[in-house]
């Protein structure tokens, strides 16, 4: 489809009906318009590619985490352990409403990915460079709206999670900072997405990395008070965060206005915002959906972990929890990948190259997913003992590493599945799959376990989620859902 402004006739067009869905395509799709062409060449070899620099980020974001868990974990040294736990404890409880601003960016992420990948793929760069500009104006706008909200209801919805006393207080002081932060990340999603909507991985990944260094970097100066700084605990690993997100969002908006030159505010008018903000919407309101079933589904099963075990199995939970994010990292990082790949091919209308890329990360998941369980199996005491110096704690954490990572590859064709599909701008498929994985699935096993074997039931739960939905995903994926993408 041509740009609103172009005076090119548009390129002629057939129905390509897929169960009962009619989707436009070009009959003679353009060359891509993309910095880097993925509708040509090996699809592994662009997915591998991209996987290097990203799974580097991904390490980059998920280590700012783990950085957080030691210090705070470490808080009271041995004289006083507890001091510790009752950090852990608090991140814990903190985590599934961080989550759910972080999977909203995601989901926004995910519908600017699919609308300019879909638009270089169909040759329009001028409508893929507007598209970008609304999306940095739309996810400020949604995530200002939302971030309000939760600081409104964050009292209340700690309560309804079970925590009191030092726990609920420490909570509240890391979500008064983290909270605002997350509409920087916000900016800084977009900018991540528009890059690697084009098929680049090198820089997209150097501003995680950025925001991430300096997390960790001002991590010890500002929980400990090191120097000039004030000793601000928890508080200070969510304002680590927050200056680190805000230099890197500076960065990532220099690169894509100045350096690629992807995005462009000075061509957008009423009508152009309007049908961007809905191509937009289409995937990413979906796809918010999605990504915040998981970290409603986590509050549930913290919930449940939190009211039937007692404060140390709460952070035991919390820290394994954090820990496993070793083994998804690279599936993380997948993902990513093949929105990209699935994004230009589905808008060219390549659907063998975009059922190909299924296939290919679906290989990978198993084969990473297969090693990190194997690797967390073995060095799982050791490395509990690294972030606490609780022996109970450590002691009820451990057969979470022997139980849940011989399932992450599952989990990995959930996530994988739902991104893919996202670029193609077809969102549904990753709602259902994750629903099932997460609200029907996850947090009523989680429960049910915790009740009937306290956390090694909660483990088990969670096992089973990861690979009943994870088997469903792939077959229906590879057997019944349509390859073809949806106009942008």
């Known amino acids: ?62 280590s700012t985490g783990l950085v957080d868990s030691f210090f705070l974990g470490n808080l009271g040294g041995d004289a006083n352990p507890r001091a510790g736990t ?22 926004l992420g995910a519908g600017t990915m699919s609308a300019i990948s879909r638009a270089l793929g169909e040759g329009d760069t001028e409508r893929a460079r507007r598209h970008a500009a609304a999306a940095i104006l739309f996810a400020l706008l949604v995530m200002s709206v939302l971030v309000t909200l939760m600081i409104l209801t964050m009292p209340f919805v700690i309560g309804l999670m079970g925590a009191g006393g030092e726990v609920r207080t420490a909570a509240l002081s890391y979500l008064t900072i983290s909270l605002p932060g ?18 680049e991985a090198m ?30 605990e928890v508080a200070g690993a969510a304002l680590a965060t927050v200056i680190g997100n805000g230099i890197a969002m500076m960065y990532g908006l220099y690169l894509v206005r100045f350096v690629r030159r992807a995005v462009d505010f000075t061509t957008i008018r009423l009508a152009t915002l309007r049908h961007a903000w809905a191509t937009i919407a289409a995937v990413g309101v979906p796809a918010m959906g999605t990504n915040m079933i998981v970290p409603l589904a986590t509050g549930l099963a913290t919930a449940a972990v939190t009211r039937m075990t007692s404060e140390t199995g709460l952070a035991a939970f919390s820290l394994a929890s954090r820990l496993e994010l070793l083994s998804v990292g690279l599936l993380y990082a997948l993902s990513a990948c093949i929105g990209s790949v699935t994004g230009q091919n589905g808008g060219a209308g390549r659907t063998d190259r975009v059922e190909e890329a299924f296939r290919v990360s679906y290989k990978i998941c198993l084969i990473w ?28 954490a451990v057969p979470y590493f022997y139980i849940v990572p011989i399932t992450v590859f599952a989990y990995g064709y959930v996530f994988v599945t739902a991104a893919g599909f996202n670029a193609l701008g077809r969102p ?61």
């Open 428 to 488: 549904k498929y990753g709602f259902v799959f994750t629903t099932i994985r997460s609200l029907v699935l996850y947090a009523p096993l989680v429960s049910l376990g915790t009740w009937a074997h306290g956390l090694m039931g909660a483990f088990i739960g969670i096992a089973v989620a990861n690979l009943l939905a994870g088997l469903a995903a792939r077959y229906w994926a590879l057997n019944h859902a349509p390859m073809t993408a949806r106009k942008s």
């Open 369 to 396: 997913g297969t090693l990190m369980a194997i690797v967390l199996a073995l060095i799982a005491r050791p490395l509990l003992s690294v972030f606490s110096n609780d022996p109970a704690l450590i002691a009820m």
């Open 182 to 199: 997350l509409i920087i990340v916000a900016v800084n999603s977009m900018c991540n997405n528009t890059l690697r909507a084009h098929g």
């Open 1 to 62: 489809m041509s740009s609103p402004t172009s005076t090119e006739p548009p390129a002629p067009l057939h129905i390509d009906a897929v169960e009962g869905d009619a989707t436009l395509m070009p009959a003679d799709p353009k060359p891509s318009g993309a910095k880097i062409d993925l509708t040509q060449g090996p699809v592994q070899g662009h997915i591998l590619r991209m996987l290097g620099p990203f799974s580097l980020a991904v390490i980059a974001m998920i």
């Open 203 to 232: 820089l997209p990944s150097s501003i995680m990395i950025l925001g991430a260094f300096l997390n960790m970097a001002m991590d010890p100066f500002l929980i400990f008070g090191i120097g000039p700084f004030p000793r601000m």
């Open 86 to 107: 009752i950090a852990l404890a608090a991140l814990g409880i903190a985590f599934p409403l961080t989550f759910i601003g972080n999977s909203a960016n995601i989901g």
